[in-house]
């Protein structure tokens, strides 16, 4: 059972999260209408997962996310989006949220996310992911309708299941065109690498075009160019 954070401006979207998730087995521990709001609460009440709408007055979601990651980077947040909000969903999972579920919510799939990612982390590769950074390794900027993903020196084990949410949220852009840019990088080990190539394969499946680009001559060149 989890402690569980509802964010959202709607009263009835807010009743609707709270009997999906307490029907599931969890507990909603506090309720906030706007991002602002969120900020404090998450302080107060120390949640293990938050649901977060996107759209809200006086602060959107967006916004309270990364004051949340800033503040506490192992934060658990699920974004409600409308159909139409793809771009700031983006945003959301570049700046540290972990997953996104699309209105009008169907309960089933609501738990599925929420358990998705209250078990992301845990097990036995918990205590490795501890040593890594809990920033961000990567971000996602919008140029001229090519989505840029840049990876940093945070880049690690922990950022495949976002980098995998954000990308799947595009698909269905066309035409759609992202570049992989490893240029802050030196170097990364192939265990990390390895399920990126993967995550661009999907891209390439479905139709869209994926470019990589790296510091020439260096490691991760070589292997991109192997993988």
Request: glycine share 10%.
């Amino acid at each position: 059972m989890a402690k569980i954070l509802i964010v959202d401006d709607s009263i009835v979207m807010r009743r609707n999260i709270v009997h999906v998730v307490t029907q599931g087995g969890h507990e909603v521990v506090g309720e906030a209408a706007n991002g602002m709001q969120a900020i404090i609460s998450y302080a107060d009440l120390k949640p293990d997962l938050v649901t977060m709408d996107i759209s809200m007055p006086k602060m959107g979601g967006v916004e309270a996310v990364g004051h949340i990651i800033n503040k506490d980077p192992k934060a658990k947040i699920i974004m409600v989006s409308a159909l139409n909000q793809k771009q700031l969903v983006f945003e959301s999972l570049g700046k540290g949220a972990k997953h996104y579920i699309i209105k009008p919510i169907v309960g089933e799939k609501l738990l599925e996310v929420i358990n998705e990612v209250l078990k992301d982390n845990e097990g036995p590769e918990e205590e490795e992911e501890q040593e890594e950074s809990l920033e961000p390794g990567f971000s996602i900027d919008n140029e001229a309708g090519k989505f840029i993903v840049r990876f940093n020196s945070h880049l690690g084990m922990k950022d495949h299941l976002s980098l995998d949410t954000a990308v799947r949220g595009l698909l269905f852009i066309k035409p759609l065109n992202i570049e992989f840019n490893f240029e802050a990088l030196d170097g990364v080990t192939e265990e990390v690498l390895e399920p990126i190539i993967r995550i661009g394969s999907t891209v390439k499946k479905s139709g869209g075009n994926l470019e990589y680009k790296c510091k020439a001559g260096s490691k991760i060149e070589q292997l991109v160019m192997g993988l």
